[in-house]
């Protein structure tokens, strides 16, 4: 596959929105006044992730995903912090909303425990035939359909990278979110697999806040850990400029999921294209908004991966990128 070369790091870093941090501002449809303006029959996101809205029905240049005028109002809600989610699900219910969007398993699980009528498209991580959300991939059965991202498994495959990246190491760290258990414990799971397999000793720092991100970076450095593989959650997305620049300035060789860190400034990422995901997640509210049923939609499963270098960043840890990653990256970052 050819590599695409991309130049992003001479621009300033972005939020999970688009503009640049420290002047973001919250789309009016999330203001509580605004919100009984809008139509009754309307989208509404559970969601953490503000860019997902990018990829979802909302405005006219989305018509080809979705004509109709409920369309153009999308909610954005609870912005990472996860025990906001079952009062605001409860909340878009009550407001008789036409469709739930939820971005990850957490926002879906409560848009579940909130209704079983409305319909809800999510993208989650992990079974959801297992967690209850679906009687079946080819027919789910019930109000909820959507996309499927196997996360988790992916972590092992980040060590991988991460070790071949540093050959040496023998310690290395991850860094997960508390207060989401259940992707916490199946990510740790899978990288504690890897990291036996690789012969490497793993330790795990929590944070939940932006001190506690602080913190774990100092911890980090107390373990003497080589390397750092950042887990799948919103709020460390949320604050990638952080964190990157936290790695910057203690020197950390880090690997993230998306490509929004090593654009950010980060070294790499390896994880799937959540851009595939939104955009599945959209066509499915239009499809739903036009009158088919979440039951007959198949669940999709994403499997597109790619493998994002930050060239400049590698080159400031003094860090060689070998040839059999750069031969796999799928965009390098100059």
Known sequence: MPIRRSNETSRPAADADGRHDGRATRPRAAEGDADDRLPRRRVAAVRQH??????????????????????????????????????????????????????????????????????????????????????????????????????????????????????????VAVLVNPTNPSAMASETSNLQDAARALGLELRILQASTPNEIEAAFETLVGYRAAGLVVSADTFFTNRRSQITALAADHAVPAIYVVRFFPAAGGLMSYGPDYADSYRQMGLYTGKILNGASPADLPVQQMVKVELVINFNTAKALGLTVPPSILARADEVIE
């Open 50 to 171: 503000p860019r997902a809205a990018r990829f979802l029905p909302a405005g006219p240049g989305r018509s080809r995903v979705c004509r109709r005028p409920e369309c153009q109002n999308l909610i954005p809600l609870a912005e990472g912090q996860y025990d906001r989610l079952p009062a605001l699900a409860a909340d878009l219910v009550h407001r008789e909303v036409a469709v739930i969007v939820a971005q990850n398993n957490t926002a879906a699980l409560a848009a579940q425990g909130a209704t079983s009528t409305v319909p809800i498209v999510c993208t989650v991580g992990g079974d959801p035939i297992q967690m209850g959300l679906v009687a079946s991939f080819n027919r789910p059965g019930g109000n909820i359909t959507g996309v499927v991202i196997q996360t988790a498994e992916l972590m092992g495959k980040r060590l991988e990278f991460l070790h071949e990246l540093l050959p040496t190491a023998t310690v």
